[in-house]
């Protein structure tokens, strides 16, 4: 873990950069760690690995200048046209669609807003659309998801709510190898999901992805806490535990979601009267 003082120590190795930020949990220790990691690895795929993290840290920490810096940065580097350019793209596409979003006042949508935002559907469209000779290349069909993930939500802030959800529930398929596309389809469920109320909906995104092999084994665990803690939310002692048995059933044995399940199961029992005897 980072020292007390938050300075990235000089000494520390790639490896041992790598290594805690793959531990961390905190998004502020984790943009710290992957920035010093990318200023010091040489110009490579490897530092554009980094760099992709980056801009996803800022997003989740709505710094969207920030974000827009680092995405222009990879396209630059990559090459605009490809597929990793166009992964930058799209988030930049995002990244200035939650800024004008932001500047909205009161929530009311302005004639120019519309306008800027359904031009930059289209741009988001035409970029997730797949290459001429592109075949059946993974990184196809990660921005093909992208991309509809990106136009879910700028429909949905447009007030085109049915159109919004149909690209939401678009099936993105298991074959999906960026993290950080899967990372977005976990954050899109939990908006739309949870203003729908259905639960089961965002359990089902957030089971798949609690054992997506893309996902490092720390974001499998995050996902998997996220979705325990979404199955007990709102449940009395009986309907936890039930839930949690159901769930348990379905969980594939040695799966980090039923290493979450099996820590809830005994918790879910404890009550005012027994919680200080099991102490």
Do not use: C, M
């Amino acid at each position: 873990s980072l020292p007390l003082d938050g300075v990235v120590p000089g000494d520390w190795s790639d490896d041992r950069l790598r290594g805690e930020l793959a531990v961390a949990r905190d998004l502020w220790a984790k943009l710290l760690l992957a920035s010093r990691l990318a200023a010091r690895l040489p110009a490579s795929d490897a530092r554009l690995d980094v760099l992709e993290q980056v801009v996803w840290l800022h997003l989740e920490l709505r710094e969207y200048e920030s974000a827009l810096y680092y995405a222009e940065r990879i396209a630059s580097q990559a090459g605009a046209d490809s597929a990793r350019g166009r992964w930058a793209r799209l988030f930049t596409e995002l990244a200035r669609h939650r800024r004008a979003d932001l500047a909205l006042a009161r929530g009311q949508l302005s004639r120019a807003y519309v306008e800027q935002e359904r031009t930059r559907l289209a741009e988001v469209r035409n970029l997730g659309a797949p290459a001429p000779g592109g075949g059946t290349d993974p990184s196809a069909a990660d921005l093909a998801a992208l991309a509809r993930l990106v136009a879910s939500e700028i429909l949905d802030d447009l007030g085109q709510k049915s159109e919004a959800l149909a690209q939401l529930r678009a099936r993105h398929g298991s074959t999906l190898s960026d993290p950080y596309t899967l990372h977005l389809v976990g954050d899109r469920a939990e908006h739309v999901d949870a203003l729908l109320g259905d639960r089961e909906a965002l359990l089902d995104v957030r089971a798949k992805l609690a054992g997506h092999p893309a996902l490092s084994l720390s974001d499998r665990l995050e996902q998997a806490s996220d979705y325990v803690a979404e199955l007990v939310r709102g449940r009395g002692r009986e309907a936890r535990i039930a839930a949690i048995d159901a769930a348990r059933a379905r969980a594939a044995d040695g799966s980090e979601l039923a290493l979450l399940l099996d820590v809830e199961r005994p918790l879910a029992t404890l009550t005012d009267a027994n919680q200080e005897e099991v102490r």
